[in-house]
């Protein structure tokens, strides 16, 4: 089982950056691959970026450019979030594959005003 915790969101304006934690309970090393999603009010949840054990990365399309997916050696996955627009504003969640489960973080809202 894995238990995800993200942190970082908040209100920033427009052009301004973030950086989004996600601290899992066991080594990354030990997980398949994770994931930075968001869901807006009204919006279904849709992918945002996304890293292998092996370190490859993708990205939605709307954020490629702007937000970088890394993690360290330990336990913890960033989301390095610059030139931030309000169409951003969503509830941030990430989440493990761990063996043949998904897990799934609490969120963090960020808020981007214009």
């Known amino acids: 089982q894995v238990q995800l915790v993200e942190s970082g969101g908040g209100l920033v304006q427009a052009g301004g950056s973030l950086r989004l934690s996600c601290a899992a309970s066991r080594s990354i090393s030990s997980i398949n691959a994770m994931g930075w999603y968001r869901q807006a009010p009204g919006k279904q949840r849709e992918l945002v970026a996304t890293i292998t054990s092996g370190g490859s990365t993708n990205y939605a399309d709307s954020v490629k450019g702007r937000f970088t997916i890394s993690r360290d050696n330990a336990n913890t996955m960033y989301l390095e979030m610059n030139n931030l627009k309000p169409e951003d504003t969503a509830v941030y969640y990430c989440?493990?594959?761990?063996?043949?489960?998904?897990?799934w973080g609490q969120g963090t809202q960020v808020t981007v005003s214009s």
């Open positions: 989440n493990a594959l761990y063996g043949v489960t998904l897990y």
